[in-house]
């Protein structure tokens, strides 16, 4: 049958109740973590920027589950733009998921006025479709500039699109190949607004190409494995799996490999060492003037990413790792209180940072690409003591180490507050709760 159609079957053929309970759970917590970071990152200069060029007309759509409204199609971009803006969201299968697919579904959802059932369901195949074309990436796409979340994302959120028409097979095949011809983006772009767009625009492009596909627009739908197709292009070390029938809708991926929520509003890269260093503050009260140098070990990969050495604005300090052990000393958190231009630009801050030393290895953990087995934090104190953070391999909120209930909801309570959310915290989150009951417009319906 071909890659890209069965995918496309798969989509076509996926139903609320399909999916066991635990894949439902995954899914509402996806929710829960993006709409939280949407709401928290809408006020970003990147935001209102892409608003302000895009100017949507007024619409059926929320944008940020604020009064504001759009057309599905620029809520998607902007509600993505926002959920990704903070670097606060989700990740797994390569990339950021949630803050791709849950805008796009959310968008569509609104326009159709579909059931929080059906989101669900729409997550999860959007969810599978990028799980298997990250499965093929043998190549760490992130290694050769290419950011998952925009390119993989624009398939994943055209297949969950796709699941909400309930397009037959063959126009989910097409909406998947439209949304594959439009994926883009490049880590070079990590640390600037381009890195948030895209996800936006990933999330715009899920929308456009099952909107296309429904009405009849056509793609190969033979792109994904045409030689000259997707994973030629892209992943050229990619090998046919024969065995895609079997598992789609058998071996569910959202189970094995869930989500990973992010406890700090900063890269991931720099998470492991976060854990480190506040392991040595929670029993131990350092002050700045009394550091000489902080050591960090990590991998070669993540050093790259976290290539911001003496960032003066927020976002620059997202990826930074010198930022981000200035902040668990200065603050004793990495939290968003701490992400603002005026907290990172604080003499205190900035002294610090120039005292923190990186050493690397090539040594990388085969089930946790681009990282070292572990990463650690180490602090020399001008008094010549030394203290060694625990080692970490497994950074908290890690789907092996998830949040409890307790923590989720403050994560998400923190993230309404800083975007000053229309709807109190208690309310949306127990409408995310119950999402399978009710509709997407219930959802996004004022206090």
């Known amino acids: 049958m071909g890659f890209t159609r069965t995918l496309g079957r798969f989509v076509a053929e996926l139903s609320p109740g399909q999916p066991p309970n635990q894949a439902a759970a995954i899914a509402r917590t996806g929710f829960i973590d993006a ?12 935001v209102r920027m892409v608003h302000e060029v895009l100017q949507p007309a007024d619409g059926p ?24 803006a903070l670097d606060y969201d989700d990740e797994a299968i ?4 949630s803050a791709v697919l849950v805008p796009a579904i959310l968008a569509e959802a609104e326009a159709l006025g579909a059931s929080g059932a059906a989101m669900i369901t729409a997550y999860v195949a959007g969810y599978e479709t990028w799980a298997e074309l990250h499965r093929r990436d043998t190549g760490q796409r992130h290694l050769q500039g290419w950011h998952p979340t925009a390119s993989f994302g624009a398939i994943g959120a055209a297949a969950a699109c796709a699941s909400l028409h309930r397009l037959d097979a063959a126009r989910a095949a097409e909406a998947i190949a439209l949304g594959a011809s439009q994926s883009a983006g490049l880590v070079a772009n990590f640390g600037a607004m381009t890195k948030p767009f895209l996800a936006g625009r990933a999330a715009h492009a899920g929308v456009l190409a099952a909107r296309l596909a429904a009405a009849g627009f056509t793609a190969s739908t033979d792109l994904l494995d045409h030689p000259n197709g997707l994973l030629t292009a892209v992943l050229p070390s990619a090998e046919p799996d024969p065995d895609s029938d079997r598992r789609l ?3 569910w991926a959202i189970v094995q490999q869930g989500l990973s929520i992010k406890r700090y509003p900063v890269s991931d890269c720099a998470h492991r060492a976060i854990d480190s260093l506040l392991g040595i503050v929670a029993s131990r009260s350092i002050q700045p003037e009394a550091v000489k140098t902080i050591t960090v070990r990590l991998s070669d990969y993540y050093a790259t990413v976290l290539r911001n050495h003496r960032p003066e604005t927020a976002a620059a300090a997202r990826f930074s790792i010198e930022f981000a052990m200035a902040s668990a000393i200065v603050a004793r958190h990495v939290g968003l209180r701490q992400l603002t231009d005026a907290f990172v630009q604080r003499p205190d801050v900035q002294a610090l940072m120039q005292r923190v030393v990186t050493v690397t290895t090539g040594t990388h953990d085969p089930a946790l690409p681009g990282a070292a087995p572990f990463d650690q934090a180490s602090v020399e104190l ?16 890690h789907a092996t180490q998830p ?34 009951t009710i509709s997407a417009r219930a959802l996004t319906a004022g206090r």
Not at 35 to 46: L, Q, R, S, V, Y
Not at 94 to 97: K, L, M, Q, W
Not at 382 to 397: C, I, N, Y
């Open 35 to 46: 709409i939280g970071t949407m709401i928290a990152g809408h006020n970003e200069d990147c």
């Open 61 to 84: 759509c929320s944008l940020y589950l604020s009064r504001a409204r759009s057309p599905a199609l620029e809520a998607a971009w902007l509600n993505g733009t926002a959920a990704h």
């Open 94 to 97: 390569g990339g950021h998921p």
């Open 249 to 251: 809708g058998h071996d």
């Open 382 to 397: 001008v008094s010549g003591e030394a203290l060694d953070g625990p080692p970490v391999s497994r950074a908290a909120g």
């Open 403 to 436: 949040l409890s209930d307790a923590q989720l909801r403050e994560k998400f309570a923190d993230c309404l507050e800083a975007g000053a959310s229309d709807i109190p915290a208690e309310t949306l989150f127990a409408r995310l709760q119950t999402l399978d």
